[in-house]
C-alpha cells in the first residue's frame, strides 16, 4: 500500500525542481522501475523461502547432519589453534596448514568413512614419504643436470603405475583415496626435494601434522555424536525389509481381502513402496566397505558380519523386481472387467493370494524387527511355512487338473512377455524423443516415407 | 630336479667340517628350511603370476585405462617442470607445489570428470580467497588479542554452513567437491593470514599455479586421447540394449523356437544376460554428470540430451527387472513335466510368446543400431508393431474362452506371489546366517522349545 502511495504522489503532486509534465513522465519511469524491482524482490523472496523451507526440511529429516556440520567446523577450529598459538607452531612451522588441508579432505559424515580416509591418507603418506626420499638419494648423485630428469622420470614412471592400479577393483574398492595420497605426496616430496635443503626434516614435520589433523578428525567423529556406518546399514536393511512387507500387507488388504476395493489402485502408496529398495545398491555398497573400518560399537563387534547385509541386499532387490512385475500387473489387471466366469476357482486361488501375502508380509516383518533388535529369527520361519503351505496347497489344488496347470503356465509366461512388450514400446519412444532432441540424422529418404505410411506409428 | 639333488647331496655325504651324524641334522634342517622357502616362493610366484595376469586383463579390456595411466604421469611431470626451471620457479616460488597438487587430484579418466573437478576446484578457489580475504580484514581490526579468535569463529561458521549445503541434493550431484575446496581455501587462508605479510601475494601465486594445473590437466586430457563420459554413455546405452535384445533372442530360440532344446537352462549365457544391466544405474549418473560438463565433440553438441539417456536407463532396467522374474520363472517351468493336456492351445501360446520375443528382440536391435549409428529409429517402430499385434492376437483369442482368461489372471497373480515367497524364504536364510555370525541374542527360552519342535525348520 506504502507503495501505490508513493506513486501517486510522485504522479500527481510531482513538482519541486522539475515540471509537472517532466514530473509525470520520471515518476511513470520512476514507477515502472519500482515495480519490476518488486517483482524482482518478489521472486526473490519466493526462491530464499523455498530454499529455507528446503534447508529446514533436510535438517528435520535427519538432525545427525546439523551435528555434523557443526563437528567439520569443530574439527576445523579446533586443528586451526595450532596455528594460532605460538610455540605450537614454532615447532611446525608453515606445515601446520597441512593439518587443516587433511581436516578438510578427511572428515566423513560416519565414522567407517573418517577411518577409511584417515587411515589410506596416514599410510600412504608415510609409504609415499618413504619411496621419494629414496628416490631423491638415488638422483642426488647424478649432479646437478641430471638430477631434475632422473626425479621427472621416476614420477612419471610412479605415478603411471599408481594410476593405473586404480583400475584394479579390489583396491578401486577399499584403497582408492590412498593410491591418490600415495601419489601426490611422492610426487610433492620428490619435486620439492630438488630445491629444499632440509627434506627430511620437512618429511617429518609435514608427516606429524597429518596425524595431528587424522587424530582431531577420528577423536571428533567417534566422541562427539558418532554416525556409524554399521549402524545405519543395519537399519537401511531392517527398513528395506519393513517396506518389502508393508508392500504384501497392502496387497494383501486391496487386492485379496474381504474390504478389497474397485476403486483405482495406482495413486496407492503400497505400490510405490519398494522402489526406493531396488535403488539401494549403491548406499548399501558403500556403507558395507566403511563398516568394515570401524572398530566394534555398540551391539556390533569388530568382525560383524556386514557382506551378510549386502547378500540380504541383493535378495530384498531381487524381491523388489517381482514386486514392479507384479505391481504393473496388478494394475492392468484391474482396469479391466471380467465376467464372473468361475468364481469357485477364482476365490480359491484368491484366498490363496491373500494367505500367501499376508503371512509373508507377517513373515519379513518378523525378520526385520529380529535384525532391528538382534534377536535370533526363530518365529519368522514358522510364519514362511504357513506361506509355503499355502503356495503347495494351491498348486495341488491347481494340479488335479492338468489342463488348466499347463495352460496356466504357458499363460505367464505369455503375460511376462506382453509386460516386456509394453516396456520395450516406451523404450522405443524414449528413442524417439532423444533422437529428435538430440539431432539424430534421418534415415535415406525411402525408408522415411515407408514409416509415415504407417497409421498409428 | 636341481634341488632335490643338492638335499640328496647335504644329506647322504654331509661329512665337511662337521661329523656324519651333525652334517645328517644340519642337512635335513637345511632341506627343511629349503622346502619351506620354496614353497613360499611358489606360493608368491602364483600370486605374482595371478596379478599379473590379472593386469593384463583390465589393462586388455580397455587399453584406454594404460592410456590415462600414461596421460596422468604426463601431466605430473609437465607441471613438475615448473618447479626444476629456475626462472618460472621464481615466478612462484613454493606455491608451484600447488599445481602439483591440483593436477594429482583433478586429473580424472573422462574429460567431463576432469572438467567439473578443474572448474570447481578454480571457482571455488577464487570465490573462496576472496571472502577470506575480507574475512582477514574484519579480524585485522579488531587487535592482536581478538584477531585470532574472531578468525576461528569465522572458521566455525563458514565450515559449518558449507559442510551443510553438501546435503542438499542439487549441490551433491554437481559442486560436492567445490564446495570441499571452499572449505578449504577459507580456511588456509584465514588461517594463514594471521601470520602472512602480504597475503594478497600469496593468494595470487596460489590461484596461478592452481589455474596452471587445472590448464595442464585440461589440455592432457582433451587433447592426448581424450575419453568422453558422453561417448561413454551413449555406448553404455546401446550395450545394455544390446543386452536386452540377447536375451529375448535367446528365449525365442531356446523356449518357444523350433530348436527348443529339452537341456537344462539354468546355465545358458542368456540367462544372466540381463544381470550387468539392473545394476547400470551408479555409473550410468556418474556418466550422465560429467557428459553435462563435456563441450560438444564429434557428434555430440554441448546441448545434447543426456538426460534422454537416464530415462532410457531407467526402462532398460525396469525391462530387466521384469527379465528377472521371467528367467526364474522359466527355469522352474522346465523342470516340472506336464502331460500335453490341451496341445492346440500350448501351441499356439507358445507360437506368439516366439513372435513377441524374436519381434521385440529385433526391434531392441534395430534402436541399439539407430542410437549406435545416431540415426532417427523410425523402422523400430514398424518391428514393434508387429510385436504389439501378436500380443493383441494372442489376448483376442483367449478372450472368447472368458472363464479361461479369469482363471488365467488370478494364475499370473499367485505364480508372481508364490516368486516372492520363494525369495523370502531364501531371505529368512540369510538372516539366519547373520544371526549365526552376528551372535545376535537368543529369544526367551518357552519361545525358543517351539522352534526347536517345528520339524523342516
Chains 1, 2 share one sequence.
Request: charged letters at 20%; one cysteine or more.
Amino acid at each position: 500500500m506504502e507503495v501505490d502511495h508513493r506513486i501517486r504522489v510522485s504522479d500527481g503532486d510531482g513538482n519541486g525542481e522539475t515540471t509537472a509534465g517532466q514530473g509525470g513522465v520520471v515518476g511513470v519511469f520512476f514507477a515502472g522501475c519500482w515495480l519490476r524491482l518488486r517483482s524482482v524482490l518478489a521472486g526473490l523472496w519466493c526462491w530464499v523461502d523455498g530454499f529455507a523451507r528446503k534447508v529446514g526440511r533436510i535438517a528435520r529429516e535427519d538432525p545427525r547432519r546439523v551435528a555434523h556440520s557443526l563437528k567439520v567446523g569443530l574439527a576445523l577450529t579446533l586443528v586451526s589453534v595450532l596455528y594460532y598459538v605460538t610455540p605450537l607452531f614454532k615447532g611446525f612451522g608453515v606445515s601446520t596448514l597441512w593439518a587443516v588441508l587433511t581436516v578438510v579432505v578427511v572428515m566423513e559424515y560416519t565414522v567407517g568413512g573418517t577411518l577409511s580416509k584417515g587411515l589410506n591418507r596416514a599410510f600412504a603418506t608415510l609409504v609415499a614419504g618413504f619411496i621419494a626420499v629414496g628416490a631423491h638419494q638415488v638422483a642426488n648423485r647424478c649432479g646437478a643436470q641430471g638430477e631434475p630428469i632422473l626425479l621427472a622420470i621416476f614420477v612419471f614412471l610412479l605415478a603411471s603405475a599408481a594410476t593405473f592400479s586404480r583400475f584394479i577393483p579390489e583396491i578401486k574398492a577399499r584403497y582408492d583415496y590412498g593410491v591418490t595420497i600415495f601419489i601426490l605426496t611422492f610426487s610433492l616430496v620428490a619435486v620439492s626435494s630438488y630445491r629444499v635443503e632440509e627434506l627430511i626434516q620437512l618429511a617429518h614435520q609435514r608427516f606429524s601434522t597429518i596425524v595431528i589433523g587424522v587424530l582431531t578428525c577420528l577423536c571428533t567423529t567417534i566422541f562427539v555424536f558418532p554416525v556409524w556406518a554399521g549402524e545405519d546399514l543395519h537399519k537401511l536393511t531392517a527398513a528395506n525389509l519393513d517396506k518389502l512387507a508393508q508392500f504384501l500387507q497392502g496387497l494383501e488388504s486391496e487386492c485379496f481381502g474381504e474390504k478389497a476395493a474397485s476403486e483405482n489402485l495406482e495413486g496407492k502408496a503400497f505400490l510405490q513402496v519398494y522402489k526406493s529398495v531396488l535403488n539401494s545398491k549403491a548406499s548399501e555398497d558403500s556403507l558395507c566397505n566403511f563398516a568394515k573400518w570401524e572398530p566394534g560399537h555398540g551391539k556390533f563387534g569388530f568382525r560383524h558380519p556386514w557382506s551378510q547385509y549386502q547378500k540380504l541386499g541383493a535378495l530384498c532387490r531381487q524381491c523388489a523386481s517381482s514386486m514392479e512385475a507384479l505391481a504393473s500387473y496388478v494394475i492392468t489387471l484391474q482396469k479391466s472387467q471380467y465376467p464372473e466366469a468361475n468364481p469357485e476357482l477364482t476365490l480359491k486361488v484368491r484366498m490363496a493370494c491373500g494367505e500367501m501375502s499376508s503371512h509373508s508380509a507377517k513373515a519379513l516383518k518378523e525378520l526385520s524387527t529380529a535384525i532391528r533388535t538382534m534377536v535370533v529369527p526363530s518365529p519368522a520361519s514358522i510364519t514362511m511355512s504357513a506361506a509355503i503351505k499355502a503356495a503347495k496347497d494351491l498348486r495341488n489344488e491347481l494340479s488335479e487338473d492338468a489342463a488348466l496347470l499347463q495352460v496356466m503356465h504357458v499363460a505367464v509366461t505369455a503375460t511376462l512377455i506382453s509386460d516386456l512388450v509394453t516396456t520395450i514400446v516406451k523404450i522405443a519412444e524414449t528413442a524417439d524423443n532423444l533422437a529428435r532432441l538430440g539431432h539424430f540424422k534421418n534415415p535415406e529418404k525411402t525408408q522415411k516415407d515407408v514409416a509415415i505410411n504407417i497409421p498409428n506409428r
